[in-house]
């Protein structure tokens, strides 16, 4: 399994989720070894910013790096697609201080990157495997990854709506690149109409609206195209997870489950892994020794 990262440099643009501002994003390939990061194209001489857990500053509504007091928000459904696709390296140059939503999923993201073209680099591609268990709690809520000869996903979300029944609000996923684009890249945030008013009047979610998000009211979904997937709120939850869960730097091994978490709870696991070199090892595998992940496209 090679490292990857993209043929060619692409561009897509949007508005952001919460500052509603219009937004240029840049891919571009970047070299071996080099991670994921970010870079700030409207400020002069900006710092590169990894796509790391440690330089998470706000978890509010979604995940934000900064370095330097410049930051980059909303990174996690970018994130799910690269991690998705299994890219390495790549180089982000965004026009503003947040990514842009899109359709609230990450499939426009995940579009844009196989349109791009993916390309094999001659280094193998390195995972970390997980050790021991790991868990964090907050409350009620928890999120904890153990070892596993794969890469598996189990997220249980509580919400007593009408529209959200209880038995669509749990979900096992096995996660391959295929299954990834399959079954979770589709499926977009949601939010609460009497939330979004709220974060509105606080100069957030300016940018929220029927296009970019799946809204309810007391009673319904208001969206008149309904939902993508019966389950789509557990999958979105999935999607966060598996894009904030990349901000460990590497592939995973192992199998992260949750209860209710959310971007503060996911972040604070991947710390956790961290506090304690030998919860996880770092491992490559050649053609004799081929990975339990499949990132066949």
């Known amino acids: 399994m090679q490292q990857r990262t993209l043929a060619q440099p692409v561009t897509l643009t949007g508005i952001g989720l919460h500052s509603g501002q219009n937004v240029t994003l840049n891919l571009c390939p970047s070299d071996i070894n080099s991670g994921i990061h970010f870079i700030r194209s409207d400020i002069a001489g900006a710092p590169r910013i990894a796509a790391d857990a440690f330089l998470v500053k706000d978890t509010v509504m979604s995940s934000n790096l900064e370095v330097d007091n410049i930051k980059v928000g909303t990174v996690e459904h970018l994130l799910s697609a690269i991690a998705g696709i299994g890219i390495d390296n790549l180089r982000i140059k965004v026009?503003?201080?947040?990514?842009?939503?899109?359709?609230?999923?990450?499939?426009?993201?995940?579009?844009?990157?196989?349109?791009?073209?993916?390309?094999?680099?001659?280094?193998?591609?390195?995972?970390?495997r997980i050790l021991k268990p790991i868990r964090v709690t907050d409350g009620e809520k928890w999120a904890q990854i153990v070892p596993f000869n794969g890469y598996q996903l189990t997220f249980e979300i509580d919400f007593a709506h009408p529209a959200i029944p209880k038995e669509t609000q749990q979900l096992h996923f096995c996660f391959s690149s295929q299954n990834f684009l399959a079954q979770i890249s589709s499926a977009r945030t949601f939010g609460f109409m009497k939330d979004i008013e709220y974060l509105q009047r606080h100069n957030l979610a300016l940018g929220g609206s029927l296009d970019n998000a799946i809204v309810l009211d007391d009673?319904?979904?208001?969206?008149?195209?309904?939902?993508?997937?019966?389950?789509?709120?557990?999958?979105?939850?999935?999607?966060?997870?598996?894009?904030?869960?990349?901000?460990?730097?590497?592939?995973?091994?192992?199998?992260?489950?949750?209860?209710?978490?959310?971007?503060?709870?996911?972040?604070?696991?991947?710390?956790?892994?961290?506090?304690?070199?030998?919860?996880?090892?770092?491992?490559?595998?050649?053609?004799?020794?081929?990975?339990?992940?499949?990132?066949?496209?």
């Not at 939503?101 to 426009?108: H, P």
């Not at 208001?222 to 904030?244: C, S, W, Y």
């Not at 460990?248 to 209710?260: M, N, T, V």
């Open 95 to 128: 026009s503003a201080a947040e990514l842009p939503i899109m359709d609230g999923s990450a499939i426009a993201y995940t579009q844009c990157l196989l349109n791009a073209g993916i390309k094999e680099q001659a280094a193998a591609k390195p995972f970390m």
């Open 219 to 297: 009673e319904r979904i208001m969206n008149t195209t309904g939902l993508r997937h019966p389950d789509e709120f557990v999958r979105h939850k999935i999607l966060d997870a598996i894009g904030d869960l990349y901000l460990a730097k590497y592939s995973l091994i192992g199998h992260f489950s949750a209860y209710k978490s959310g971007h503060a709870l996911n972040n604070q696991l991947v710390r956790a892994l961290y506090a304690d070199k030998n919860n996880f090892e770092i491992v490559t595998f050649d053609d004799k020794r081929l990975p339990p992940i499949d990132y066949s496209l």
